[in-house]
């Protein structure tokens, strides 16, 4: 059974702070996809990860591959009220149809 | 513009009163996912297609059904739903290639009374 840990569940920081989240496996996985979801609402794409090693940035979200394809991170430079959200780390593999995801990582950052 | 709509966005049944949940999608995608999420939890697959290729998780309870009448829309039937089954249910849909995102709907909370 494929597992993607992803930690801390849990955040609650200030504006400003910086922060990184952690998705590991021991698997290795095709791409893997960074989603937010906020209240009420579905997830929605951030970005997918592909080639080991990517990084990509979206103002002020850096997504990283690990070299391996097993791991990735999110880090979130000066966070804003408007990051909040639940964080969700996803996997694929070739071929198939399903995405693993990660138990997800709930963010609350307070102004 | 939504390209994954799932109607209604809250339904409310009674215990053990079937239940349709629906989705629909403009993206002509051959892959539709159902999930159901649980307070901030991560989604749970239940199902998904491949075009009308049904594929059903082992974990899935008998009481949860679909149909795919068409490539555009996809139905979660609950049949006699109980107080467990009261979640968030996601519906999601993927390009070919398996590297694709998939693309959410926003999702149908389900009470149960």
């Known amino acids: 059974t494929q597992l993607l840990e992803q930690s801390p569940q849990f955040l609650s920081i200030q504006e400003g702070e910086n922060l990184t989240v952690y998705c590991n496996s021991s698997?290795?996985?095709?791409?893997l996809q960074w989603y937010r979801q906020e209240p009420g609402e579905g997830p929605v794409l951030l970005v997918t990860?592909?080639?080991?090693?990517e990084v990509k940035k979206l103002k002020r979200l850096t997504f990283q591959f690990g070299d391996a394809r097993k791991d990735s991170s999110l880090h979130i430079t000066a966070a804003q009220p408007g990051d909040t959200g639940l964080y969700l780390c996803?996997?694929?593999?070739?071929?198939?149809?399903?995405?693993?995801f990660g138990a997800g990582t709930r963010l609350f950052v307070k102004a | 513009d939504a390209m994954v709509i799932q109607n209604p966005r809250y339904q409310v049944t009674q215990f053990g009163k079937p239940v349709t949940l629906s989705c629909s999608q403009t993206?002509?995608?051959?892959?539709m996912y159902w999930y159901q999420q649980k307070s901030s939890q991560a989604p749970k697959l239940l199902f998904h297609?491949?075009?009308?290729?049904?594929?059903n998780e082992a974990d899935t309870p008998d009481n949860f059904q679909s149909r795919r009448p068409n490539t555009s829309f996809c139905f979660l039937d609950i049949r006699s739903p109980g107080l467990g089954d009261a979640a968030m249910y996601l519906c999601?849909?993927?390009?070919?290639?398996?590297?694709?995102?998939?693309?959410f709907g926003d999702g149908t909370r389900l009470s149960i009374l």
């Open positions: 999601a849909t993927r390009g070919q290639g398996s590297n694709q995102p998939q693309h």
């Open positions: 698997s290795v996985f095709s791409s």
């Open positions: 990860v592909v080639t080991g090693g």
């Open positions: 996803a996997g694929a593999r070739t071929g198939g149809f399903k995405t693993i």
């Open positions: 993206l002509n995608h051959n892959v």
């Open positions: 297609y491949y075009d009308k290729d049904f594929n």
